[in-house]
T-cell receptor
């Protein structure tokens, strides 16, 4: 099992550009999460999904959209990137609401 | 909402010493407290967790204690090794339809040989 994978690993965008980050898990997990990690601030939840076809807002959802068309994939989109979205993005998944969240390796995004 | 504070932000110890990292939380409804280890360039990895109906849990050199009354929990690492060097995050969670993890700001642990 690969676990949780994320693509790409690194990306540099110019302000106003758009992009999609892909998260994939091969553990048949129901729940998937997107976090951002900024220096000195820990991880903060952007959006989450409790199952295929569902999405919901987390703590810091502004400027991001998500989709979960397939159970194994959770996409994070930036429609118009801003320098404030420079961060490291982590995806996580868990089988149930009380189960361990497994994290991917992260995507380092820089917006110039 | 929930707020988690973590101390210290950096911790340097000699190999073989013990290390203790402390966290406090604000929401008395929180009932799940995981600890994650993050190595450079990698995602966080769960090392131990504790639920609110348990006061202490141990796994080899790692232990976690929880004081629900005082709303604090701690990570204890004994006989530290250089490979323990990493950033450690505590988190607190409630289960309200999803696992709402709120993370501390992290502790950078450096174990010197």
């Amino acid at each position: 099992n690969a676990g949780v994978t994320q693509t790409p690993k690194f990306r540099v965008l110019k302000t106003g550009q758009s992009m999609t980050l892909l998260c994939a898990q091969d553990m048949n997990h129901e729940y998937m999460y997107w976090y951002r990690q900024d220096p000195g601030m820990g991880l903060r939840l952007i959006h989450y999904s409790v199952g295929e076809g569902t999405t919901a807002k987390g703590e810091v959802p502004d400027g991001y959209n998500v989709s979960r068309l397939k159970k194994q994939n959770f996409l994070l989109g930036l429609e118009s990137a801003a320098p404030s979205q420079t961060s490291v993005y982590f995806c996580a998944s868990s089988q149930g609401v009380q189960d361990t969240q497994y994290f991917g390796p992260g995507t380092r995004l820089t917006v110039l | 909402g929930e707020n988690v504070e973590q101390h210290p932000s950096t911790l340097s110890v000699q190999e073989g010493d013990s290390a203790v990292i402390k966290c406090t939380y604000s929401d008395s409804a929180s009932n799940y407290f995981p600890w994650y280890k993050q190595e450079l360039g990698k995602g966080p990895q769960l090392i131990i967790d504790i639920r609110s109906n348990v006061g202490e849990k141990k796994d080899q050199r790692i232990a976690v204690t929880l004081n629900k009354t005082a709303k604090h929990f701690s990570l204890h690492i004994t006989e530290t090794q250089p490979e323990d060097s990493a950033v450690y995050f505590c988190a607190a969670s409630t289960w309200t339809g999803f696992q709402k993890l709120v993370f501390g700001t992290g502790t950078r642990l450096l174990v010197s040989p």
